[in-house]
T-cell receptor, first 110, second 113 residues
Framework: EDQVTQSPEALRLQEGESSSLNCSYTVSGLRGLFWYRQDPGKGPEFLFTLYSAGEEKEKERLKATLTKKESFLHITAPKPEDSATYLCAVLMDSNYQLIWGAGTKLIIKP | EAGVTQFPSHSVIEKGQTVTLRCDPISGHDNLYWYRRVMGKEIKFLLHFVKESKQDESGMPNNRFLAERTGGTYSTLKVQPAELEDSGVYFC???????????FGPGTRLTVT
């Protein structure tokens, strides 16, 4: 069964404390992997797309990496405004459906 | 550039009633998607339009759900009759290409009592 699993479910960090979020996937064929950020009461906001193993993307304090089995979202020296739920989704190559993970709720304490 | 908009933002209805959700995609986006997030669960795909045609509706839970996209512009998702398990947040998204990033609306929170 095609599945996307995110860990941890929740993560509390002090401001400036770097860490990583994990997204592991088991799908029959990967067309692309997407990272989104979601704030309470809002829709998911696009962060990155990764298409092949070894690819990396960066944006401000965030860096996403991809292997054949998982993706990591590295957060360097986070600030309180980085607090949000981070969602991972996989676009299958057999159709155009996004398969979503349950998300990681990140809380950055000042 | 206006983003994806959804209406209403919140709807509370009784079991057995009918509700229609509306989504206005970003202008020029041929691809429109509907998703649903039930409390405590991950976001689930419902269906995908390319212009006015249903490309994939394999995620629609049952025949109480009917989606339309008039003239390839806005889309509606009707639930008739609503059941308690239909409660959740319904998201709409649009994209230019089928493998491109999807832009999401703020969602409609549906509560069936």
């Amino acid at each position: 069964e095609d599945q996307v699993t995110q860990s941890p479910e929740a993560l509390r960090l002090q401001e400036g404390e770097s860490s990583s979020l994990n997204c592991s996937y088991t799908v029959s064929g990967l067309r692309g992997l997407f990272w989104y950020r979601q704030d309470p009461g809002k829709g998911p906001e696009f962060l990155f797309t990764l298409y092949s193993a070894g690819e990396e993307k960066e944006k401000e304090r965030l860096k996403a990496t991809l292997t054949k089995k998982e993706s990591f979202l590295h957060i360097t020296a986070p600030k309180p405004e980085d607090s949000a739920t981070y969602l991972c989704a996989v676009l299958m190559d057999s159709n155009y459906q996004l398969i979503w993970g349950a998300g990681t709720k990140l809380i950055i304490k000042p | 550039e206006a983003g994806v908009t959804q209406f209403p933002s919140h709807s509370v209805i009784e079991k057995g009633q009918t509700v229609t959700l509306r989504c206005d995609p970003i202008s020029g986006h041929d691809n429109l998607y509907w998703y649903r997030r039930v409390m405590g669960k991950e976001i689930k795909f419902l269906l995908h339009f390319v212009k006015e045609s249903k490309q994939d509706e394999s995620g629609m839970p049952n025949n109480r759900f009917l989606a339309e996209r008039t003239g390839g512009t806005y889309s509606t998702l009707k639930v008739q009759p609503a059941e308690l398990e239909d409660s959740g947040v319904y998201f709409c998204a649009s994209s230019q290409g089928t493998v491109d990033r999807q832009y999401f609306g703020p969602g409609t929170r549906l509560t069936v009592t």
